[in-house]
């Protein structure tokens, strides 16, 4: 293997997650180690959008000890973007995008390119690798797998998801023991909306809150079930009467028989064409509420469950570590188009390893629930599923905090000289 | 101060907190010092409801793990109840259950009555030390304040406080980093809404996130200032026109000029008559997407802010803890009829103690912030609120976690034989 000497790029994109600065740390810290073929660090501000744009930082810049903090620093901190390359939707947008994207890469001599990120992100990543075969750029094109939803096909599961249904899993017990508390004889409900789009992963991950049979959740409404309002509203009456409360999760894609959003508004959509979901939860409030005529609150956890740094996940956290390195580590070996995917070599105990995957597989393809990891009649996970998660969650990060709060790092984020005149 | 010999009783009621189980250990542990005076410690299930009902548990049969192990328990270990004794509505309900529990004290022998809540159980604690006064029952009757809301008056702050809010602000902090990572310009808000009824204390608490003048949140939205929507869109879009992103936090009770809750939906009301609030964020949320046209997510945290033990003050606990034990020494000093109080002696460095407060001049009065704690633009506290505020969120607590999850104490709750026929 002849190497390639150059500069080295790192963007993030997509939803932030707990955990994706510590990939971002994990790449950066990696390149450290081969100053003979990585010469620069840069970073990409808010993703492709700030590499169109030449927004670059020198991250070799920044205190050894602001890099470490990454690992423990919420949301994204070189920023992202939801911004998308589409050579179908809008075809001249996307050649003149490519073209600038390489002139970017090439005026910074940039030869090792990493993009942390979910699904539409990868397929960028893709793109991009595609692209410098056909133009024979020589680059080398890693994705860093992230995502909440754990929604990526072949890797065993997504850094950040660890994290996210550790807090929620903590929520639901924390609320349960506050509902089961005040309930009383007229039988109180809870309903928790959790994010996951169409995958059920998230809501899912509440189940490990439940530690023996009576604990919370009693129901989880998962996208990949449809909603059945009449078994739904006797399974609630079910609990009710028996224990006097209960807590329900339900993942923000919940869809009926036919394969509607039961929430959505389809009226707005984001920048991808998604619609936005919301209000699941509070749908069903009013269902049980006039239904079964129980007193029932939500909770809307929204982005404070993806952001929760100050309970993530120390198993998640060292594999989104993991997953940065082994990108850097696959690309000086001479790899491109591949994301880095986290292989489990056993549940119990607990041992996995990284790997790589042609980003032909990854890109746009859904990952859901096996039907046979969740209950016959549909409203719980199964023991299947409870083995793959529970690992993930465990261990807490020992979180510095500075007068009662979690003290985050930010990057100086001194920027590189522009090359290049202004994007057109 | 000749002994009052007998056996001790305590129960919680009303919204439970993080720390309200904190100060029934501070009573149990300061009880359990003085057998020779108080012989049996019982709690009293779900509060009033409970002790009607006759169904007392017996303290001194818990483990001492356990009692230590509340401090760190959320919601109430003893069961809590919004039930309340009504003499003006109900009169002759309230005659009926005021014989009945003082059947149940002088069945059982109850000297000691210690009782845990807000406004409303305050005022139900009057009632009782009133009745033993005009019964000429000897028994000492202490509350112990607790309430997320922060609204009782005389006592610096409630304990449960310190806790919501630093729950909260660290989640304004982890949820703003989220936000202004993806923002890229066509701006994004985000909206959060938190408790706290017709007091903005919890609301303003989440001011302690800003560390830095740019720094999340941007905009307080408090019950104590009226609605003013040109002024609020007006604000939202200069801050976003200047950083991007904006983070509004609302006070569930935010009342517009005429002095309408702006989220009421008055066709539902809870037990006390007290209208049922949701929905301030979303109603927001619609005003500012239809208005500035930026894009707009919202979170509502209900329950989880106030069961957040797994992000609770050290502070907080601590003054929960030491509630209790004052209730037991001031009923020990032959006192009752009275609530403790904290008393703040410094605030930089923080320094307090327990004081009392006669019950009459507590219940039902509501303590709101201070028009001069607020910005002369009513969009966010200002430092004199900081400066109160800022100690309460100090310390965290070392949870003891099981398998990723806080590990908490449930109470074996060996019931006391009832001695009395049912309530009729």
Not at 192 to 202: F, L
Request: proline share 4%.
């Amino acid at each position: 293997m002849s190497e390639l000497v150059g500069n080295m790029l790192v963007a993030q994109s997509g939803g932030p997650t707990a955990v994706i600065n510590a990939s971002v740390a994990g790449v950066i810290q990696e390149a450290g180690k081969h100053p003979e073929v990585i010469e620069e660090i840069y970073g990409g501000l808010n993703g492709i959008l700030g590499i169109l744009n030449e927004e670059l930082i020198d991250l070799n810049d920044e205190k050894s000890r602001a890099i470490e903090g990454l690992k423990h620093t919420p949301a994204a901190a070189l920023g992202t973007c939801r911004y998308k390359i589409d050579f179908k939707k809008k075809p001249n947008q996307a050649a003149k995008d490519m073209d600038r994207l390489f002139d970017v890469f090439m005026g910074h001599n940039i030869r090792y390119f990493f993009y942390a990120g979910g699904n539409d992100s990868q397929d960028t990543a893709n793109k991009i690798h595609d692209e410098a075969l056909k133009r024979k750029f020589e680059m080398r094109v890693i994705g860093v797998p992230k995502t909440i939803d754990n929604d990526l096909p072949h890797t065993d599961h997504c850094p950040g998801f660890g994290s996210v249904i550790k807090y929620n899993a903590a929520t639901v017990m924390e609320v349960a023991a506050d509902v089961s508390s005040m309930a009383t004889d007229d039988g109180a409900c809870c309903i928790v909306e959790v994010m996951g789009r169409g995958a059920g992963w998230i809501a899912a991950g509440t189940v490990l809150a439940k530690r023996s049979p009576n604990d919370a959740p009693h129901i989880i409404l998962l996208p990949e079930i449809p909603f059945d309002e009449a078994a739904f509203l006797a399974k609630v009456k079910m609990v009710v009467d028996e224990l006097k409360y209960c807590i329900v999760v339900v993942g923000e894609g919940l869809k009926d028989a036919s394969g509607k959003e039961f929430a959505a508004d389809t009226t707005k959509l984001d920048s991808f064409g998604h619609p936005v979901l919301s209000g699941a939860a509070e749908r069903l409030a009013e269902i049980v509420s006039a239904k079964l005529g129980t007193k029932t609150r939500t909770i809307k956890l929204g982005y404070a469950q993806r952001a929760a740094a100050h309970f993530a996940s120390e198993t998640d956290v060292e594999e989104a570590t993991a997953c940065g390195s082994a990108a850097v580590r696959a690309a000086l070996d001479g790899k491109s188009g591949f994301m880095v995917k986290l292989v489990r070599l056993s549940s119990n105990p607990y041992r996995w390893t990284t790997d790589l995957e042609d980003l032909n597989h990854i890109a746009n393809v859904e990952h859901l629930i096996p039907r046979d990891w969740i209950s016959a009649d549909g409203f719980l996970p199964n023991e299947k599923f409870v083995e793959y998660a529970q690992p993930l969650i465990e261990g807490e990060l020992h979180l510095p905090t500075e007068r009662g709060l979690p003290k985050f790092v930010t990057l100086e984020k001194n920027r590189v000289e522009k090359k290049l005149p202004s994007r057109s």
